[in-house]
């Protein structure tokens, strides 16, 4: 039994044994940056959320609204400081042409987290908390959940089918969450806004959302194009690896 359980793990084992010392520089900052914007998230798109929906406790919604205008500010100062020297110090390690659309997220959450807290009383709490999950707790955590998969040996060329089980997951919870129920999130929020504070800030949100749905559509496009691109990758393995008629 041993020996059986040695010899599955030994691909595993080997290849992570290895791995950090074959990756070059950039894939491991790209490697830890997963790694600790999937820690942020989960704590602050799904663990304190989740305790308020839980308890109806508002010190969960206070920190965590709090702690992502933190993060919100961190992420965007090292974005302009990367602009500035251009140098790559961003938290996401991520292209240079991904820069702006992150400068327009991250300042998006950030209007967006500092209004909640503005309007913390009249604020619908549960829906903030929904939003929180569907953004970054049920969504975002498993894209990086993905990058953290494709920088280790569970890449898709050692391991494909939990490559491309992951695909899947993180592809339908981007089409429940960030498609279907995002319009309910967005009519939601916008009603809510118009009959508690008026045209002006409802007008401003809807903007802001709207900015949101854009970056959404672009999110699911690409894992959709990433599932379809690992299905292709198997299906053409398995046509290599076929053996040839004699």
């Excluded at 319009?183 to 916008?190: A, R, S």
Aim: proline share 2%; charged share 15%; aromatic share 14%.
């Amino acid at each position: 039994m041993h020996f059986a359980y040695t010899l599955c793990l030994d691909d595993y084992r080997n290849g992570w044994s290895s791995f950090w010392i074959e990756t070059g520089e950039h894939i491991r900052n790209m490697f830890l940056s997963s790694v600790a914007v999937l820690f942020e998230h989960c704590i602050n798109g799904l663990m304190l959320p989740v305790c308020y929906l839980i308890t109806h406790n508002d010190a969960y919604l206070n920190v965590c609204l709090y702690s992502e205008v933190g993060y919100m500010v961190y992420a965007t100062m090292w974005i302009i400081i990367s602009y500035v020297y251009n140098k790559d110090v961003t938290v996401e390690q991520m292209h240079r042409s991904v820069w702006p659309l992150l400068l327009v997220h991250h300042i998006s959450s950030l209007i967006l987290c500092i209004g909640c807290i503005y309007c913390i009383e009249s604020a619908p709490k549960e829906l903030i908390c929904w939003v929180l999950l569907a953004l970054l707790g049920l969504t975002s955590s498993l894209h990086y959940v993905g990058q953290i998969l494709d920088f280790s040996p569970f890449a898709q060329a050692n391991k494909p089918w939990l490559r491309m089980s992951a695909h899947i997951v993180c592809l339908c919870s981007q089409i429940v969450f960030r498609m279907i129920y995002w319009l309910h999130i967005v009519y939601m929020t916008v009603t809510h806004c118009l009959e508690a504070h008026g045209i002006q800030l409802a007008a401003l949100v809807l903007i802001i959302l709207v900015l949101f749905t854009v970056f959404n559509a672009d999110f699911v496009k690409f894992h959709y194009k990433a599932t379809k691109g690992c299905w292709l990758k198997i299906q053409q393995g398995k046509r290599l690896v076929k053996p040839k008629d004699l």
